[in-house]
């Protein structure tokens, strides 16, 4: 439950001068029965003796048994899944974090509200594990193949978005890739069917061309539908809730209504 300051002190009395002392030192242990523990008692006895350290949301996440289940899931196809706070990041080709996840399965979200958070504040997506918006993200329903296509489409959009600002000249037109990167994210995965992110019985959302294709065309008309509202400092325009809800509909119009499906 607790301790690790306690095996700290005491490890490093065992590389110092005071190795002695380790012969005399008495610690008080508690034990605490679980017979008749509800199934949760654990991680609630996590939070409650830890309210003397810095730990928030981010590290609990670790301890939600559908993340436990993610991992393993990815672990059976060959993956890394990288949930606890501090564990590095996998390499792209072999896995993934939960920050990545967080985004991606945010994005995809068709409440657009999911995107701006991932903007605004996305540590606020997991303030609390036993509730929504975690739970809307993370559940029973989220498998690790949703996860790992949406990550894959997240990383396409990132590399697309980062190699387009890199050869444009216009200053704003670069922010709005920078600063309007999850509303572009969540409009490409508007375009996309849902059963190429979710069924592990067909192809996952792998084509170049059309993932490109839906990245452009998203990118395209976000920009022009803000454009057509609103003018000033973007960074604050795709954190304003409000306004991106309106961004978003004007741009799924732009697209075609109802929007166009990309299928690989």
Aim: aromatic letters at 6%.
């Amino acid at each position: 439950v607790n301790g690790a300051q306690t095996v700290g002190a005491l490890a490093s009395l065992n590389r110092d001068t005071h190795k002695d002392a380790l012969e005399t030192l008495r610690v008080t242990v508690r034990f605490i029965a679980l017979d008749e523990a509800d199934e949760d008692f654990g991680n609630r006895v996590t939070r409650a003796t830890n309210t003397q350290n810095r730990i928030g949301g981010r590290d609990f996440v670790g301890l939600d048994p559908e993340q436990t289940r993610l991992r393993d899931e990815f672990a059976v196809d060959g993956l890394i899944y990288a949930v606890r706070n501090g564990e590095p990041d996998p390499e792209d080709l072999v896995g993934c974090s939960f920050d990545d996840a967080v985004v991606a399965i945010a994005c995809s979200s068709t409440d657009v509200n999911l995107a701006t958070q991932a903007k605004r504040e996305v540590s606020k997506l997991y303030l609390d594990t036993t509730k929504a918006p975690y739970k809307t993200l993370f559940n029973a329903q989220t498998t690790s193949t949703a996860v790992w296509r949406r990550v894959q489409v997240l990383r396409h959009v990132e590399g697309y978005l980062s190699s387009s600002t890199r050869t444009w000249t216009d200053s704003r037109e670069k922010g709005f890739a920078v600063h309007g990167n999850r509303l572009v994210l969540h409009l490409v995965f508007a375009q996309l069917d849902r059963k190429v992110l979710d069924d592990p019985n067909i192809d996952g959302p792998t084509d170049k061309d059309l993932l490109d294709m839906a990245t452009e065309r998203a990118f395209s008309t976000m920009k022009a539908a803000a454009e057509e509202r609103f003018d000033g400092y973007l960074a604050h325009l795709f954190k304003n809730a409000a306004k991106v809800r309106i961004i978003r509909e004007r741009a799924i119009q732009l697209m075609s209504s109802p929007p166009q499906s990309v299928s690989p």
